[in-house]
């Protein structure tokens, strides 16, 4: 059962998740596009860094308790470390429309990670909606013959976003402050991050003023902001609600490759992601139930 909230509080909290769902999608033609002048590891360990350091200044002048929960948050960072770090380093392979259409397949995997993990049966649209996923994967990818390292290191993100929803949506239900929880997962990425930049001997510079003014947006909007109210709104709001909001992330971010980043439109990748689309949509819709005829 998920709490009783009134309408106004429902709506508000879906306007945050089709903000997020929008500024997530603006980032991967700029992300791309930064990767000329900063290591991908880097860059998310700085934008991390920065969100969590300001919030945790926040934290301190309001006097929370910042190690409330620590334990699931060290579990969130894991998964949003293996997402942002595979699908930042496959943006210097791929595409930002197909990264952003791949990273959308985290929803065809909701259904499959409730049945393993949460032990809950997907329903029928779950099922249609993962192979009409694939097949959108397979269009938009053309086929193997086309598909690079970074198609298949986003695939992974898809995997590990899909993760994370479904534990913060589980710890949001249960009572867990959301700008503890967020504080915690940035300064933790961050600094798993810089720490991996340091083993592997990863250049740490930032080459040009185009790429730190990507950071700092990275850190203040799509991390601090849209990850905050992700948190917030899944307080109140069921995972498919949300993941269905989310659907619209890879559409916004081949809008915006497409038009701001300078991508050529080819057809059969939009195509291919209108496909995925389908899916993601599909996936959030409710599935039918069959009653037995009982005969006299």
């Known amino acids: 059962m998920f709490p009783k909230t009134s309408r106004a509080k429902s709506v508000l909290a879906d306007v945050g998740l089709f903000y997020a769902?929008?500024?997530?999608?603006?980032?991967?033609?700029?992300?791309?596009?930064?990767?000329?002048?900063?290591d991908p590891v880097v860059l998310v360990g700085y934008r991390f860094i920065l969100a969590g350091v300001i919030l945790?200044?926040?934290?301190?002048?309001?006097?929370?308790?910042?190690?409330?929960?620590?334990?699931?948050?060290?579990?969130?960072?894991?998964?949003?470390?293996f997402l942002y770090i595979p699908q930042t380093l496959g943006l210097k392979?791929?595409?930002?429309?197909?990264?952003g259409f791949i990273t959308g397949l985290f929803v065809a995997f909701i259904p499959l990670f409730m049945l393993t993990i949460f032990k809950k049966k997907p329903g029928l649209m779950g099922v249609i909606a993962s192979g009409v996923s694939l097949?959108?994967?397979?269009?938009?990818?053309?086929?193997?013959?086309?598909?690079?390292?970074?198609?298949?290191?986003?695939?992974?993100?898809?995997l590990t976003y899909a993760l994370h929803v479904l534990y913060s949506?589980?710890?949001?239900?249960?009572?867990?402050?959301?700008?503890?929880?967020?504080?915690?997962?940035?300064l933790?990425?961050?600094?798993?991050?810089?720490?991996?930049?340091l083993v592997f001997n990863l250049p740490l510079g930032v080459e040009s003023l185009s790429a730190g003014y990507v950071i700092i947006f990275l850190?203040?909007?799509?991390?601090l902001s849209a990850f905050v109210i992700q948190l917030v709104a899944q307080k109140i709001r069921p995972?498919?609600?949300?993941?269905?909001?989310?659907?619209?992330?890879?559409?916004?971010?081949?809008?915006?490759?497409?038009?701001?980043?300078?991508?050529?439109?080819?057809?059969?990748?939009?195509?291919?992601?209108?496909?995925?689309?389908?899916?993601?949509?599909?996936?959030?819709?409710?599935?039918?139930?069959?009653?037995r005829r009982i005969i006299k």
């Open 21 to 38: 769902a929008a500024i997530w999608g603006a980032t991967f033609f700029m992300v791309k596009g930064a990767l000329d002048d900063v």
């Open 56 to 81: 945790l200044a926040y934290l301190l002048i309001k006097k929370q308790p910042i190690f409330q929960g620590l334990g699931r948050a060290m579990v969130l960072s894991l998964f949003l470390f």
């Open 93 to 99: 392979f791929t595409t930002a429309s197909n990264s």
């Open 135 to 158: 097949v959108g994967l397979w269009v938009l990818t053309g086929g193997m013959a086309d598909v690079n390292i970074g198609d298949i290191l986003t695939l992974g993100a898809a």
């Open 169 to 186: 949506d589980k710890y949001m239900k249960e009572g867990m402050n959301p700008f503890i929880l967020a504080c915690q997962q940035f």
């Open 188 to 197: 933790i990425v961050g600094l798993l991050s810089l720490l991996t930049a």
């Open 219 to 223: 850190a203040l909007f799509p991390s």
């Open 239 to 291: 995972p498919l609600r949300v993941s269905l909001i989310f659907a619209l992330e890879p559409v916004f971010a081949a809008v915006f490759a497409w038009t701001l980043g300078d991508e050529i439109f080819v057809t059969y990748r939009a195509v291919g992601g209108l496909l995925i689309f389908a899916a993601l949509v599909i996936s959030s819709l409710p599935s039918p139930t069959f009653r």
